[in-house]
Nanobody, 125 residues
Framework: QVRVVESGGGLVQAGGSLRLSCAAS????????TGWYRQAPGKQRELVAA???????NYADSVKGRFTISRDNAQNTIFLQMSSLKPEDTAVYYC???????????????????WGQGTQVTVSS
């Protein structure tokens, strides 16, 4: 399995921005669909954004227009650019690499693949 390491979390005021990075090992990264998940206190882990091998993207309704997922295959890295952050965005954010992206439905599944350790994002009011 590949190693997945997130970075870029921190404390930010509401309305601010953060960019999360996820570095993945392995030569198969360019052939891997990836996604960002988050888990807030007392809530289930949820998919925030995903990107397919071909560049298709999917976003949770709560972050559409504010978050952007992208990938740099040369660096084996995916990013989550977060803007207009809200206190409800506070969560531990997890990167997942190697899931299944359904190009027809634009849905991502983490049934297979590797998880990162998570990075804390805290948005203050």
């Amino acid at each position: 399995q590949v190693r997945v390491v997130e970075s870029g979390g921190g404390l930010v005021q509401a309305g601010g921005s953060l960019r999360l990075s996820c570095a993945a090992s392995g030569s198969s990264f360019s052939r891997s669909a990836t996604g960002w998940y988050r888990q807030a206190p007392g809530k289930q882990r949820e998919l925030v954004a995903a990107v397919s091998i071909g560049g298709n993207t999917n976003y949770a309704d709560s972050v559409k227009g504010r978050f952007t997922i992208s990938r740099d295959n040369a660096q084996n890295t995916i990013f989550l650019q977060m803007s207009s952050l809200k206190p409800e965005d506070t969560a531990v954010y997890y990167c997942h690499v190697g899931g299944i992206y359904n190009a027809i439905t634009n849905r991502y599944s983490s049934v297979t693949g590797s998880w990162g350790q998570g990075t804390q994002v805290t948005v203050s009011s």
